[in-house]
Structures are given as C-alpha cells and as structure tokens.
C-alpha cells in the first residue's frame, strides 16, 4: 500500500507564493506518475499538474503554466507544487495522487492513490 501525505497549503494574498509537498511511503516503487488535483466548493476535482516519476516530463492545466511547477525529490520520496502568482481561482483543497502507469493522467479515476488534500486560499 501507499501513503501520501500533502502539506504546506495555507492563506495567501493575491500574486503571493506557495509550495505544496507530498511525501510518499509504504510501496513506494509501485509508483510510476504524480499528480496535483484540486477542487474548489461546489466544483468537481481537477488536474492541475502531473510529473513521471523516473523521466521528469511534466504535464499542466493551461491556466497554470508558467505560474505552477511541479517536480520530485526521488531520494525523499516527495512530489513539489510551487504556485506562484497565485489568483483568487486558485482557492481549493489540493490533492496530490500517485498511479502505477508511466503515462500521464489527467482524469481522476486513472490514479490508484490519493493524499487526504491540503487547503489553499487565496485572498484577493
């Protein structure tokens, strides 16, 4: 089985910075592909960046590029969100997800594990 356990959301103005952390453990090696979802009140969960965990090719929502990076840590077993420039609409719960194919997803349902999520709000 596998764990992951986001942190480092918070309340934010408008233009500030935040970077998210989800560290993995238990079986760890059956991860191929993270991922960063997030879902606002009333919304349905949606993919915000994803990352191959041994290529490092990457993935984003169009309305994150150039403001969101996702990366990894392999030796700590951790996936990073660094949210710059963040906007009003960025306020949600972030969950960051692990699946066991090397592709990258954006659907929901094509990842086999989830963080309990992280809220971020974004003041304006």
């Known amino acids: 089985q596998v764990r992951l356990v986001e942190s480092g959301g918070g309340l934010v103005q408008a233009g500030g910075s935040l970077r998210l952390s989800c560290a993995a453990s238990?079986?760890?090696?059956?991860?191929?592909?993270m991922g960063w979802f997030r879902q606002a009140p009333g919304k349905e969960r949606e993919f915000v960046a994803a990352?191959?965990?041994?290529?490092?090719?990457?993935d984003y929502l169009d309305s994150v590029k150039g403001r969101f990076a996702i990366s990894r840590d392999a030796a700590k077993n951790t996936v990073y969100l660094q949210m710059n420039s963040l906007k009003p609409e960025d306020t949600a719960v972030y969950y960051c997800?692990?699946?066991?194919?090397?592709?990258?997803?954006?659907?929901?349902?094509?990842?086999?594990?989830w963080g309990q999520g992280t809220q971020v709000t974004v003041s304006s």
């Open positions: 997800a692990g699946r066991r194919t090397v592709v990258l997803g954006r659907e929901v349902n094509e990842y086999d594990y």
């Open positions: 990352i191959s965990w041994r290529v490092g090719s990457t």
């Open positions: 238990g079986h760890t090696f059956s991860i191929y592909a």
